[in-house]
Each structure stands twice: as C-alpha cells, then as structure tokens.
C-alpha cells in the first residue's frame, strides 16, 4: 500500500466511525425527548396514549387526594382546561395546591396523565423561561419580568 491509499483507508475508516457514532446517539436521543404543554395545549394536541411529554401548570385548590402508599391525584389546570394526574413516588417538599408544577410522564388511554416525576418550584419568581412565556400568553403568569432568565 502506497501513503496516498492509507490516508484513504484510514479517512473512510474514520467517517464510518463517526457515521456510527451519529446515528447510535440519535437513535438514542428519540426516545429521550419530551415536549412540555399545558393542559389546554395536550387537549388540543393529538398525543398518543404513553408518548412521553412534560405537563405544566397549577395544582387545582381541593384536589389532591391521597391513596394507600405514596399514591398522589391531583388536578394540574390552566384558566381554560385540566388533567388528572396519578404520581407514585414521594412529593417534593415545596408541592402543594395553587403551586406551579411541572411533570414528566405518559398520558394514559383514560385520559389520566401518569406521572413519573414531578417538579416543583423552588421560589415565586422561577420558572423555566419558555414555560413562563406560554404562561404569560394565557394571562396565569405572575412573577417578575426578569424571572426565568
């Protein structure tokens, strides 16, 4: 083998490396992305039964009832639309009704969202700012301008 026919092998080699490289993590990345929406955005969205989504909102006054074990329900609403959620784990210390919260998770074929984790704000001011912004649109949001940045 001459120089010139190495450095080709070698360049070829290392392009169906990278090729592979690309491809395994976004094969992986697929399955990792969730949107986040408000109640009345997943109403109006056509979302599959167990699509993996981010939900946000405002934990309705009255409505979290307790289960056996660490079985949680609660109604997560927005001004237009609401949606039950079912959460089997320990609550964050700062949940509690009229709270901002955001959940991961899979909405159910009942129309029951089924959450596998729930984020609750750390103070009145924060909120992601892209959640804050669709906040704003609906007229919920009341924290500082500056808040989310």
């Known amino acids: ?8 092998m070698w360049i070829a080699v290392v392009g ?3 090729a592979l490289a ?3 993590s976004m094969y992986a990345l697929r399955s990792g992305i969730s949107f986040a929406m408000s109640p009345s955005e997943l109403k109006a969205a056509s979302v ?24 949680v329900k609660f109604t997560l609403t927005d001004p237009e639309e609401a949606v039950v959620v079912e959460f ?3 609550l964050p210390d700062l949940f509690r009704e ?12 009942d129309g029951v ?19 804050a912004e669709k906040l704003k ?9 500056g808040a989310g940045k």
Request: some cysteine; overall charge positive.
């Open 1 to 8: 083998m001459n120089r010139r026919t190495n450095r080709l």
């Open 113 to 131: 969202f089924r959450a596998d984790t729930v984020l609750a704000k750390h103070d009145e001011n924060y909120m992601p700012a892209d959640m």
């Open 48 to 71: 599959e039964p167990g699509q993996r989504i981010r939900l946000f909102g405002l934990v309705e006054q009255g409505s979290v009832k307790k289960g056996e074990g660490l079985n």
């Open 22 to 24: 690309i491809g395994l």
């Open 16 to 18: 169906c490396v990278m």
């Open 98 to 109: 009229g709270q901002g919260i955001i959940t991961e998770g899979s909405l159910a074929a």
């Open 88 to 90: 089997n784990k320990i």
């Open 137 to 145: 649109q609906q007229g919920v949001w009341k924290g500082e301008e």
